[in-house]
Structures are given as structure tokens and as C-alpha cells.
């Protein structure tokens, strides 16, 4: 029986409500932004108001949460989707400000499990995932209709020929880090997440990559929200992911960055000590 955890509590405790955004002040700008963002953006609001004393108010949600919220006229100000697709959902119903949007990032998804797993797997058409699961093991994602890792998920199964053998193994949630949380904790075996969501829990370890060909290609945008376009803040902190402070950490964090003109950029990033 398929199994959907729309309100995983440790995985949501994660994440800001989405039900009761902040209203911005002054000196803030208010960022409705994708979940498997958290831990660079986190870091970059931190950086940005070292800098210049403004605060980057963030809600973390499931990119289509986000999205329909902005609909509703939650009061975001900045809009950073996991896809394009929810992005485009916002700029057909003109509730994003067109030119300001930009694909600032790409990722990856991968199969993880916990990290004392000895599993070893070839990520492909010949992959028995079913069989990894077991009699009752379930297979964390999120969820496959509307949040983009779950889409992605979803797609590149399909693409393998692995989706049917699975898709009534599913613990389906309402975003990737209540995934990413179901197998640090222990309480689904396996799960496919953003190799970014990878790198920020140190209680999981990638066992794959999935082939980029089998999904769409992971691109995340943002944008200023109609709401944000009187609001300077809104552009300066959208400017500012663009710097090199910025970029590095979601280099750090591992993301692909893109430049404006949509090639892969490299940021000259001082190295890790």
C-alpha cells in the first residue's frame, strides 16, 4: 500500500512554517526558497547581514508548498524553486517580476542510505532496488507528483525501468529533507535525494548518482516576486547570491553554479582549511 508522510515530524522540524511567513521590516527582505537550499542559503543570509546589517527572513518548504502559497499571497519577496516548472507556474499567473529571474544553480540526485550501510550499488537499468528494499523496506522520496526531487525521482526510475517494481514501496513527503531525515534516522533503508542533501547530513552516504540523462536536468531559479518589487532589498539580496561569497558557499555545499549567460561558472573560492 502506498505510503505518503505528508507531516514527518523530525524531517518538518527542519523546515519554517510556510503557514505563518514573516512579515518583513525595514531591513529585511523576506526569501521563500526550496528545502534542499537550507544549509548554503542559511549560511548566505548570514554572510549578507555581516555585510550589510539587513536579514534574509527564510521559509523552507517543498517548492510547489512554496509556490501556491505565493499564489495565496503569502507575503515572499524572493522565489528560489528546486525546477522551472513551479517557477513558470508563478510567471504565468504574472505573481514573479520577469526580468529579474535567473537559474542560478544545478544539482544532482542520488540513491542514499545510512552511513554504516556496506551496501554497493551500480546505479542503472540492472539495479534490483526492489530487492535492496527487502520484504518491508520502504524507498524515501518526495513526493513524486509535485515536489521536484520527487519528480526527478520519479523520472529517472522510470527512465531505468526500476519505477514499477517500487512505486507501491514509496515513503512519499512533503519535501526532500523529510526524505533525507526518514533514512538518517533509520526508519526507511533507502532514498533518493539531492547529492547536496547528501552532503549536509552526515548520517547518510550517496551509494549512486543517478545518470543525468535519466531525469530533466536539475536547474534551480529565483526571482523577485511581484510582492518584492517595491522592496530594494529584494533585488540587492537576489544580486547578491551572484557574488563570490555567495557562490562559494553553494559550491561548498555542492551545487553547480551558473553564470547569467547559463554556463557553468567557477568561482575562484579561497580552499577548506
Given at each position: 500500500?502506498?505510503?505518503?508522510?505528508?507531516?514527518?515530524?523530525?524531517g518538518l522540524s527542519l523546515i519554517v512554517?510556510?503557514?505563518?511567513?514573516?512579515?518583513?521590516?525595514?531591513?529585511?527582505?523576506?526569501?521563500?526558497?526550496?528545502?534542499?537550499?537550507?544549509?548554503?542559503?542559511?549560511?548566505?543570509?548570514?554572510?549578507?547581514?555581516?555585510?550589510?546589517?539587513?536579514?534574509?527572513?527564510?521559509?523552507?518548504?517543498?517548492?510547489?508548498?512554496?509556490?501556491?502559497?505565493?499564489?495565496?499571497?503569502?507575503?515572499?519577496?524572493?522565489?528560489?524553486?528546486?525546477?522551472?516548472?513551479?517557477?513558470?507556474?508563478?510567471?504565468?499567473?504574472?505573481?514573479?517580476?520577469?526580468?529579474?529571474?535567473?537559474?542560478?544553480?544545478?544539482?544532482?540526485?542520488?540513491?542514499?542510505?545510512?552511513?554504516?550501510?556496506?551496501?554497493?550499488?551500480?546505479?542503472?537499468?540492472?539495479?534490483?532496488?526492489?530487492?535492496?528494499?527487502?520484504?518491508?523496506?520502504?524507498?524515501?522520496?518526495?513526493?513524486?507528483?509535485?515536489?521536484?526531487?520527487?519528480?526527478?525521482?520519479?523520472?529517472?526510475?522510470?527512465?531505468?525501468?526500476?519505477?514499477?517494481?517500487?512505486?507501491?514501496?514509496?515513503?512519499?513527503?512533503?519535501?526532500?529533507?523529510?526524505?533525507?531525515?526518514?533514512?538518517?534516522?533509520?526508519?526507511?533503508?533507502?532514498?533518493?535525494?539531492?547529492?547536496?542533501?547528501?552532503?549536509?547530513?552526515?548520517?547518510?552516504?550517496?551509494?549512486?548518482?543517478?545518470?543525468?540523462?535519466?531525469?530533466?536536468?536539475?536547474?534551480?531559479?529565483?526571482?523577485?516576486?511581484?510582492?518584492?518589487?517595491?522592496?530594494?532589498?529584494?533585488?540587492?539580496?537576489?544580486?547578491?547570491?551572484?557574488?563570490?561569497?555567495?557562490?562559494c558557499i553553494f559550491v561548498g555545499e555542492?551545487?553547480?553554479?551558473?553564470?547569467?549567460?547559463?554556463?557553468?561558472?567557477?568561482?575562484?573560492?579561497?580552499?577548506?582549511?
Amino acid at each position: 500500500m502506498r505510503r505518503r508522510l505528508a507531516g514527518f515530524g523530525l524531517g518538518l522540524s527542519l523546515i519554517v512554517a510556510v503557514g505563518a511567513p514573516a512579515v518583513a521590516q525595514d531591513n529585511q527582505v523576506v526569501v521563500f526558497a526550496a528545502a534542499s537550499l537550507q544549509t548554503a542559503l542559511d549560511a548566505i543570509g548570514e554572510e549578507w547581514t555581516a555585510e550589510t546589517g539587513n536579514i534574509a527572513v527564510i521559509s523552507y518548504a517543498g517548492s510547489s508548498a512554496l509556490a501556491r502559497q505565493i499564489e495565496e499571497r503569502a507575503p515572499a519577496e524572493i522565489f528560489m524553486s528546486a525546477d522551472l516548472n513551479w517557477m513558470d507556474y508563478l510567471a504565468e499567473r504574472d505573481l514573479i517580476v520577469a526580468d529579474t529571474r535567473t537559474n542560478l544553480l544545478g544539482n544532482r540526485i542520488v540513491l542514499v542510505a545510512p552511513v554504516d550501510s556496506t551496501v554497493t550499488v551500480e546505479i542503472g537499468p540492472d539495479l534490483d532496488l526492489a530487492g535492496l528494499l527487502g520484504a518491508d523496506g520502504r524507498l524515501a522520496v518526495a513526493d513524486t507528483d509535485a515536489v521536484p526531487a520527487g519528480v526527478y525521482a520519479k523520472a529517472a526510475l522510470e527512465s531505468l525501468g526500476l519505477w514499477d517494481d517500487v512505486a507501491g514501496r514509496l515513503a512519499q513527503t512533503e519535501n526532500v529533507r523529510a526524505a533525507l531525515a526518514l533514512v538518517s534516522i533509520g526508519e526507511a533503508p533507502y532514498g533518493i535525494v539531492y547529492a547536496t542533501d547528501d552532503n549536509a547530513d552526515p548520517a547518510v552516504k550517496a551509494l549512486g548518482v543517478f545518470p543525468e540523462d535519466s531525469h530533466p536536468p536539475i536547474v534551480y531559479p529565483a526571482a523577485v516576486t511581484a510582492e518584492g518589487a517595491d522592496n530594494p532589498l529584494a533585488a540587492a539580496f537576489l544580486g547578491y547570491l551572484r557574488s563570490v561569497a555567495a557562490l562559494c558557499i553553494f559550491v561548498g555545499e555542492g551545487f553547480t553554479v551558473f553564470a547569467e549567460d547559463g554556463s557553468v561558472a567557477a568561482p575562484s573560492c579561497p580552499a577548506a582549511e
